[in-house]
């Protein structure tokens, strides 16, 4: 059912040779005669706003968000498009009150930020985890999950050879740095959408043809809707003891009103915000192409969850009324994560070949930018200052281009034969253990660094450790210590034998004793820190334009929440 025919590999070749000519072209019509870091790393300002919006989409829509989302979508519904909607406003707020911050500073990398707001130390710390967390977390697991993505929808069995051929495809775009990937981005975005929306046609299609309902896909949503009502509620009930353990599953993923007041938060914020990942597409800018590049991609992200949950969804009914049984089930074992790749399966021949290029051109722009932050936290805050001081712009860009090599050599190392385990609890689980535990003290560091004038680099230190503990303890050991249901959560059963609190509701508790911990040692400190930012107003004013994307960002997004509250 999924192999691919020789009209798909013509498509998927002409939007291979499409993205590398037009990223070589790039790469000559912007060269200079010497590149310096600046041009390398952060393109050097010539990203326009609509490039920038298209990289961070690109850059954060991979294989883990069409294989996961679509999992949650079936299990959960419209619930988990939560990540995506409340992304939108995380970045209206990084756009009006972080960048104006990074921008004023003139920072370019994340452990500088430290560095200026608080002390060597704390940089360096950071900048070691941020590497490894990159290295052997994200880029690991953008490449396993693409890998394994891709192998389902070509059928061959060849893992190990895509995954090769990922990595050569994302070091093309990476080693001509920030210019390249940024504008490619833009045709991977286009890519990945066009391709998404046609999967998403497709299953809503199928939806209605397999109901009876019509053959629109108007039609098909309509029966989604009548369906399966459960899948298209926002806030989930919390369940009573005695619920059945898909029930409890549901809630311990998304727990109702209680994870707007607390996790969703933090994980966007901490995301969009404190990210190298992300937010260096826009540090190379002037503030208001920066802010409209952001807000730009606030307004793809409302849209996102119909590419890659909805299709979850139509596999949900579809399934729950006898259609997708043994592609849900392959060899005899259920997987809420087959839904993507059961409704590929079934795309006509050359639409294969235009979802092969959107999932490639996800993976690949993901890797690429990965890649890229990488290389320019590892160059520019540990080998320029503590390796070789006096290398020069050109000997850096070359060490630039030589980490980005060695990085994806290690990902395909430890992806190899799955020595981190990625499969075994599923990519969406791993990527979010490893980096929500280090979430609630990052975030509570940056925002208390940026807006909190008595904030002190011991406070600082302490924040990293206490939020990182508290994670721990409130994820794996709270409801064992004291009890299952206290002031502050309640745990349920996670169907392996143990009791869980939700994560998104773990994650709040940690941010909130991390900030209490960090605001009692800076009142011990100075009522004003010397390395403190300076902040006006004025720094936070909105142009007309601004303020147009952020009321009909705010204003597609109510619409939203108040038709599937």
């Known amino acids: ?66 294989i996961g989302m679509s999992g949650n979508g079936f299990s959960v519904g419209v619930a988990v498009a939560a990540y995506e909607w409340i992304a939108a406003i995380a970045l209206i707020i990084v756009a009006v009150w972080f960048m104006p911050v990074y921008l004023k500073n003139h920072i370019f990398t994340m452990p500088q930020f430290l560095k200026t707001r608080y002390n060597e130390t704390v940089s360096l710390i950071m900048a070691i985890f941020w590497l490894f967390l990159y290295v052997f977390v994200n880029l690991t697991s953008i490449l396993f999950l693409g890998a394994l993505a891709i192998n389902s929808l070509v059928g061959d069995g060849n893992f190990h050879l895509i995954m090769i051929a990922l990595s050569v495809f994302a070091l093309l775009i990476t080693l001509g740095g920030m210019k390249v990937i940024g504008y490619t981005d833009v045709i991977q975005v286009a890519v990945l959408i066009i391709g998404g929306l046609a999967t998403t046609y497709l299953a809503l299609s199928m939806v209605s043809d397999h109901l009876g309902v019509g053959g629109s896909v108007l039609a098909g949503f309509k029966a989604l809707m009548h369906d399966a009502p459960d899948h298209f509620k926002m806030i989930m009930e919390k369940p009573a003891a005695t619920a059945p353990q898909s029930e409890i599953n549901k809630y311990l993923m998304l727990p109702g009103l209680s994870m707007y007041l ?48 909805l299709p979850g969804i139509a596999a949900y009914v579809l399934y729950k009324n006898g259609a997708l049984q043994q592609e849900m089930a392959p060899g005899g074992h259920f997987n809420a994560d087959n839904a993507y790749s059961a409704i590929l399966g079934f795309l006509p021949t050359g639409l294969k070949g235009l979802s092969l290029a959107a999932l490639t051109a996800a993976i690949v722009a993901s890797l690429a930018g990965k890649a890229n932050s990488i290389s320019t936290i590892f160059t520019l805050d540990i080998y320029k200052k503590y390796i070789r001081k006096e290398a020069n712009e050109q000997q850096l860009v070359w060490t630039g281009r030589i980490v980005i090599i060695a990085a994806m050599l290690l990902a395909i190392g430890f992806t190899w034969n799955d020595i981190l385990g990625i499969g075994g609890e599923g990519g969406f689980t791993f990527i979010q253990k490893y980096t929500g535990f280090i979430s609630p003290g990052v975030f509570a560091m940056f925002l208390l660094g940026m807006f909190w004038k008595r904030t002190t680099g011991a406070a600082a230190v302490a924040g990293i450790v206490t939020g990182f503990l508290l994670s721990v303890v409130f994820n794996n050991y709270a409801p064992q210590w004291f009890g299952n249901e206290t002031l502050l959560y309640t745990a349920f059963p996670n169907g392996k034998g143990k009791y869980e609190i939700p994560f998104l509701i773990c994650m709040g508790w940690a941010f909130f004793f991390t900030v209490l911990v960090m605001v009692i040692m800076s009142l011990a400190g100075p009522k004003v820190n010397p390395k403190a930012f300076v902040l006006d107003k004025a720094m936070f004013r909105v142009s007309p334009t601004t303020m147009v994307l952020i009321v009909i960002t705010l204003l597609i997004l109510s619409a939203l929440y108040v038709r599937f509250w």
Do not use: H
């Not at 025919?5 to 019509?29: C, E, M, P, T």
């Not at 969703?264 to 800018?285: E, F, K, S």
């Open 1 to 66: 059912m999924n192999k691919l025919v020789f009209v798909d590999y013509v498509i998927f070749i002409i939007y291979f040779l499409i993205v590398a000519s037009y990223g070589y072209w790039i790469y000559r019509r912007k060269r200079k005669t010497s590149i310096d870091t600046k041009d390398f790393f952060l393109a050097e300002g010539s990203l326009t706003w609509w490039a920038i919006g298209a990289s961070l989409i690109a850059s954060n829509i991979s294989a883990e968000q069409f």
């Open 262 to 309: 607390a996790g969703q938060w933090i994980v966007n914020l901490n995301y969009w915000g404190c990210n190298q990942y992300i937010t260096q597409r826009a540090l190379g800018a002037n503030l208001e192409t920066a802010r409209r590049g952001i807000l730009f991609a606030g307004l793809l992200k409302l849209m996102m969850p119909v590419i890659v949950m």
